[in-house]
């Protein structure tokens, strides 16, 4: 097995609050990682920092609005300039669904979504990207998720954020192998956390998200072009993808995700 825990000299993860966030980050804590957490709820950010810390990781945390693109890119340039990531794992996200009773989403979340899921992660990108370019090193991390391969009735939007950061993701993949720089796109299917708890429809194949944090960090040490699990689950999403759409949808309705 690769230890992967000490390949990095410094590590930022947005979303660190979050189940796969948070995993992520203990999994990286170490005396030689700095660690640059940012995260919404500030107490469980703090108490983070301090494991991370009894760890010998030397941590850095942040706690902001994602939305205000304004001030991540005026927060990124001075990491930048203080100490530029090694890795950066675009992690923040959210989710919505179609509501009870089959209301359908509401703009509001819509909104809120996107802003988060995508305009945050690509202004964290694009920000950071040409100090890595100049340094002609990093890698990057892209949270997607195994719904980008296809939509899912009871969670559009979110199933669409997905999908956009994957393409976004397999682009600058190709884009930029030839600067040394590395980019990832992370595909996860169902991992316990309270966001998953809250998604309608049933969750095969859930996993703790220490064990997901263990998988991502031994794709990322591969530089693995796309890192799916847990196999069953990315299996069958992928075959979502390439059958024709209405045998999708009906085998979709069959197991419970019929909308």
């Known amino acids: 097995m690769i230890d992967n825990s000490s390949m990095y000299n410094t590590v930022l993860i947005t979303g660190a609050t979050g189940s796969i966030g948070k995993a992520l980050a203990l999994h990286y804590a170490g005396p030689q990682c700095h660690l640059i957490l940012t995260g919404r709820n500030t107490v469980i950010l703090a108490e983070l920092a301090e494991t991370c810390r009894s760890r010998g990781a030397n941590v850095t945390i942040h706690s902001l609005d994602l939305r205000d693109i304004h001030a ?5 340039n001075q990491v ?3 100490t530029l990531p090694d890795l950066i794992i675009a992690n923040a996200g959210v989710n919505t669904n179609h509501g009870e009773h089959r209301i359908g989403e509401q703009w509001a979340d819509i909104d809120n979504l996107l802003d988060i899921n995508i305009k945050a992660s690509l ?4 920000t950071l990207l ?5 340094r002609g090193s990093g890698q990057i991390a892209i949270i997607s998720s195994l719904a ?6 009871v969670t559009p939007s979110y199933c669409a954020s997905k999908a956009a950061l994957k393409a976004y993701g397999e682009a600058m993949r190709g884009w930029l192998a030839k600067e040394g720089i590395k980019v990832n796109v992370v595909m996860p299917g169902y991992v316990r956390s309270d966001m998953s708890h809250a998604m309608p429809g049933p969750k095969p194949f859930r996993i703790p998200a220490e064990r997901a944090a263990q998988l991502i960090a031994t794709g990322l040490a591969k530089n693995q072009a796309r890192i799916s699990f847990p196999f069953p689950l990315n299996w069958g999403t992928w075959w979502l993808a390439v059958l024709p759409a209405h045998w999708s949808q009906r085998m979709l309705t069959l197991i419970g995700y019929g909308g």
């Open 123 to 126: 202004a964290l990108i694009n």
């Open 80 to 82: 930048a300039e203080q």
């Open 130 to 134: 040409p100090y890595l370019r100049q």
């Open 72 to 76: 991540l890119q005026h927060w990124l």
């Open 148 to 153: 980008a391969y296809y939509g899912l009735p």
